[in-house]
């Protein structure tokens, strides 16, 4: 005997494949933003970027659907050496007077595995886009314990990726010399938290904090 499903189970069945991605929020205190480059062969030097932000809409059931975007402040570059962060900000490589923002903006996802695969995506550096490529992976998906105030409980996952970046795509073409300390290549990490703060209130730590 043939049996049809009902009507609001084939309308459910429907929006599940259908939802849209759902917005998570960056927890500033639990990001971290992170480059390294080669110095003459020697030890590499590393830094990070101190102020930045995202937008992250997430597709549960097709991850490959979601979009995601960083932007970056190109002033807060930060190597622990001011003479050299300012050379850096200036124009022989960021131009951050002239190009203050670094932006990456999603083009494709690749899912691997359930938890790790591939973000493609466009980075505007210098004012100048560039094709680049993502290794990120899911560390955990959890919810904040109850015990912990102003937690309130909510959703969180963290992500780690990794990249390279070829300086040259993007313009940053100084060389001082010969075997030139700065290598052309930068090695890129990211570390962070995404939580789900719907509704949560504006006392919650990890939706608020930095903003």
Not at 61 to 84: C, K, L, V, W, Y
Not at 96 to 102: E, F, G, L, S, V
Request: glycine share 6%; proline share 5%.
């Amino acid at each position: 005997m043939h049996r049809t499903l009902p009507l609001a189970a084939i309308l459910l069945a429907t929006a599940q494949a259908h939802a849209a991605p759902t917005e998570w929020t960056l927890d500033l205190g639990h990001a971290h933003i992170g480059w390294e480059i080669d110095h003459m062969g020697l030890s590499r030097t590393v830094g990070r970027f101190n102020s930045f932000d995202g937008s992250f809409l997430i597709d549960e059931e097709n991850p490959e659907a979601s979009r995601i975007t960083f932007t970056i402040d190109a002033t807060s570059n930060d190597s622990n050496h001011a003479p050299r962060d300012q050379h850096l900000r200036a124009a022989d490589y960021l131009d951050a007077a002239n190009n203050p923002q670094i932006t990456f903006t999603s083009t494709a996802i690749q899912m691997l595995t359930p938890t790790s695969g591939k973000l493609h995506g466009d980075l505007t550096l210098r004012g100048t886009a560039a094709p680049v490529t993502l290794d990120f992976e899911l560390v955990r998906d959890r919810t904040y314990p109850d015990f912990i105030p102003n937690y309130d409980e909510v959703r969180v996952v963290g992500f780690e990726a990794t990249g390279e970046i070829l300086r040259l795509e993007h313009g940053m073409d100084f060389i001082a010399f010969l075997d030139s300390p700065t290598g052309l290549s930068v090695d890129v990490d990211l570390h962070f938290d995404l939580v789900q703060c719907t509704n949560a209130s504006e006392t919650n730590i990890p939706c608020n904090w930095g903003r």
